[in-house]
């Protein structure tokens, strides 16, 4: 079940759609994933292997793969793989070649401050995206660039957005630790 973004009673507790991509589309959610990685610096982000052979394994890339899949309910390092694996349009971009879930792992445990950073970052203008209320069917064809009309985030909006960025981390480390138990 996909939850729609919404305030609940007076306390304002939010509440986030498990799937990121579903609320806002999927273009809008590459696109905000996308700007939040620019805004990293190459030098702040520890490399996945010492020598990338494709544009796939660049800390870069390898930071926009699971930034999308943790924004879009993909947590497992597995799952990751096998989603990057049926994607055609993924595939074509990299080549054919991509990480695997080992990879996505040990990148991930090297680089947690900058995925919670990409993440957080993407949320935040998620959230403001969403809230000037357009509909479905525009938001699937704007860039969030396009959008001038994002209103700021709150401080209590801001805390319920950091909160998510860790579960969700915290939820692939959990469900990759459980998988190394089968």
Partial sequence: MILDAKERGTAGDWVWPARLGAW??????????????????GEELNPPVTDPVSTAFHPKAMLAMLTYCYADGVYGSQDA?????????????????????????????????????????????????????????????ESPVQVGSARPIT?????????ETEERIERAMFIDRMADDF
């Fill in 155 to 163: 401080p209590q909006q801001l805390a319920f957005v950091e909160q």
């Fill in 24 to 41: 806002l589309g999927q273009r809008t959610l590459a696109d905000l994933v996308l700007e939040a990685v620019r805004k990293v610096g």
């Fill in 81 to 141: 793989e096998i989603m990057m694996r049926e994607d055609v349009v993924f595939r074509a971009l990299c080549g054919l070649d991509f990480p695997d879930w080992r990879q996505l792992r040990r990148f991930r445990r090297h680089n947690h401050e900058m995925v919670h950073r990409t993440l957080a970052e993407t949320f935040r203008r998620a959230w403001s995206l969403k809230s000037v209320g357009r509909n479905a069917a525009a938001r699937a064809n």
